[in-house]
């Protein structure tokens, strides 16, 4: 094995959906954002208490950047909007808009770029979601954020 074959190449993953700037990244373009630290513990179902540090951009802040096509002067416009997370394996999770807007319930949800001082540059980022007590939202290896916003009420 040559030396640099051990070097995993970075991951990458799509921010699309409806965003005036679709595009394709890789952890490293995180890194441009304002990185935040959170420190969390989450119980699973599966192997009890876990406790991770993670560093990177509010998931807010990487998705404002690509551009969500609401308008921007109309809050309640905002409100239709879903953000679907999904992993590598297949695993996902789908957040509102409204969660982690910082004008309704401003969760400082997280868009890792390392766990535990190790960086993801090799397996995509990591949602992290502080405030839950369960880990199954923690998804790691993101390979795509959709942002989606069709809903609305039926009959509206
Ligand atoms: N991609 C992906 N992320 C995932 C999961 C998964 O199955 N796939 N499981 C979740 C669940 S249920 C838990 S409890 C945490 C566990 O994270 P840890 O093993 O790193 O502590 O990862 C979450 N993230
Ligand atoms: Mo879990």
């Known amino acids: 094995m040559s030396p640099t074959s051990a070097i995993a190449p970075p991951a990458r993953f799509t921010v699309s959906g409806d965003v005036l700037r679709p595009a394709c990244l890789a952890v490293a373009d995180l890194c441009a954002l304002p990185l935040r630290r959170a420190q969390v513990s989450f119980e699973c179902a599966t192997s009890g208490v876990r406790h991770h540090r993670f560093e990177g951009p509010l998931l807010y802040d990487v998705l404002h950047t690509a551009g969500p096509s609401f308008d921007p002067a109309r809050r309640k416009d905002r409100l239709r909007f879903l953000i679907a997370v999904t992993g590598g394996d297949g695993h996902h999770t789908v957040l509102s808009w409204a ?58």
């Open 99 to 156: 969660e982690i807007d910082p004008d309704f319930g401003n969760a400082p949800v997280l868009l890792a770029t390392r766990i535990d001082d190790t960086p993801l540059d090799p397996h995509g980022p990591q949602l992290v979601v502080p405030q839950d007590r369960c880990g199954a939202r923690h998804i790691s290896g993101v390979t795509s954020l959709r942002v989606d916003g069709r809903y609305v009420s039926p009959g509206s």
